[in-house]
């Protein structure tokens, strides 16, 4: 039980790294579009092109624009789902990290508790005194 909250931030963790490497795929294939484009539009200026097929090449050219808009949108819905993610995650972690403390707390105050009546029950002895569970059984 003490383990659960951390399979769940561990689990959160999953999740932000698979989302984080969605977003950075997402980023790198609309880099590679705005760089196509780039090239392209590029050659179009140059005059590398023949007349015929500069028509073609144009709409080449702003099929490449759209697919980067296209792109940049999926990028803004990665960044948006990293978001959620990031918050997801610190919020596990934090609650994870406030069990942790609650259950080292609750050790410790057992611990004291054990030491305690061991030291009452060493008291007890070296005094003569019968122990306090004794007691109760007379």
């Known amino acids: 039980l003490a383990h659960a909250p951390q399979r769940v931030e561990r689990r959160a963790g999953e999740r932000l790294a698979a989302g984080e490497a969605q977003r950075a795929a997402h980023a790198q294939s609309l880099a590679d579009l705005h760089r196509y484009a780039g090239e392209y539009r590029l050659r179009g200026q140059v005059g590398a092109i023949a007349a015929g097929s500069l028509r073609e090449h144009q709409q080449f ?3 490449l624009e759209q697919l980067a808009i296209s792109q940049e949108q999926a990028l803004l819905a990665a960044e948006r789902t990293c978001a959620q993610l990031r918050a997801e995650w610190v919020s596990q972690r934090q609650r ?11 050790r410790a105050q ?5 030491e305690r009546q061991e030291q009452r029950a060493l008291d007890d002895w070296v005094n003569g005194r019968p122990p306090v569970a004794a007691l109760g059984e007379v």
């Open 61 to 63: 050219v702003a099929r």
């Open 96 to 106: 994870s990290e406030g069990l942790q403390r609650l259950i080292e707390r609750q």
């Open 110 to 114: 057992g611990r004291r508790r054990q």
